[in-house]
């Protein structure tokens, strides 16, 4: 049995200050950092692998979470790129994979905008298109397809190996990767619900019966 837990970042400063992020890279609040320290209570089994996005406040996220971890189960998180290889990895070195297939949506020219000014400068109908609909995207941005396509190819190239692995796997990501992912793991649907800083989202998946039995 495998569990799969997606997280999303703790709180940024833009978070803070309702500025829309995308793929700009800022740090996590004291509050951030906080709420990351507190996942060791929610996620409380030993991982054996970790992704993370590139950005900071995902990366800060999983260092946080990761020290605490470190004091209950005696691992030591090796930050590395996804396609490194390290021969070195001990029982007591947890991998945690970094890849930019993971990162937020790119907004595009909106990016760094605080969200009263997007609502004035932008009708709602071209907000509303953006928030929900799979093609539309802000000027020089990426649309929910064009996140879709990534994490469908991190799944494809890197997850989907463990899953039935018995292995406990921690992603953290953004808003938009996690949506992009539950459609892949759920429904591939439209998911429209939001996650907040720090929520977190546990998968199980089990064996097939017939290897079960094996």
Known sequence: MSHLFLVRHGESY???RKI???????????KGVQQSWQLSSIINCKLDIVFTSTLLRSIETSFSLLRMHYLKYNQIPIFLYADQYLDILTENMLPVYKTDLLNERNYGSIQGMAHDAIK????QTEILS?????????????????VKRRTDLFYEQYLNKYLYASLNILIICHQN???TLRMKLESDKYIANSIDNCGVLDYIFKLPIDEEEL
């Open 14 to 16: 833009f978070n803070e």
């Open 20 to 30: 829309l992020t995308g793929t700009l890279d800022v740090p996590l609040t004291e």
């Open 120 to 123: 004035q400068n932008y009708t």
């Open 130 to 146: 953006w928030q929900t609909t799979m093609y539309s995207a802000p000027f020089g941005g990426e649309s929910l397809e064009d």
């Open 177 to 179: 990767t996690i949506k």
